[in-house]
């Protein structure tokens, strides 16, 4: 069975930091192009980042460009998101997803991705 685990959510002011993690068992994480997402209530879900599983190739949504850092460790089979600057837009159910066969420069359509974790929750408030 492959299984995502989200994990590093909360509570945090405008302006801080949060460091959200995706935990993979069951399958080489490295194999597969993993895509973060978020859900605000009432809103679709939507592409934050994505890296890809052929050369670590990084992307990001325009409106977390220069805010958000997608990166991967191989040896603890684990994704990792580090937001900064955070914004009360930035607010949702964040979301990690995975799948061998996303083409390249795609991965931020959620029909794109097969696996998906259960999400942390991401507010954003003063």
């Known amino acids: 069975q492959l299984q995502l685990v989200e994990s590093g959510g909360g509570l945090v002011q405008p302006g801080g930091s949060l460091r959200l993690s995706c935990a993979a068992s069951g399958f080489r994480l490295d194999y597969y192009t993993i895509g973060w997402f978020r859900q605000a209530p009432g809103k679709e879900r939507e592409g934050v980042s994505c890296i890809s599983s052929s050369d670590g190739i990084t992307r990001y949504a325009d409106s977390v460009k220069g805010r958000f850092t997608i990166s991967r460790d191989n040896a603890k089979n684990t994704v990792y998101l580090q937001m900064n600057s955070l914004k009360p837009e930035d607010t949702g159910v964040y979301y990690c997803?995975?799948?061998?066969?996303?083409?390249?420069?795609?991965?931020?359509?959620?029909?794109?991705?097969?696996?998906w974790g259960k999400g942390t929750l991401v507010t954003v408030s003063s």
């Open positions: 997803a995975a799948d061998p066969n996303v083409p390249t420069n795609w991965g931020f359509s959620p029909y794109e991705y097969d696996n």
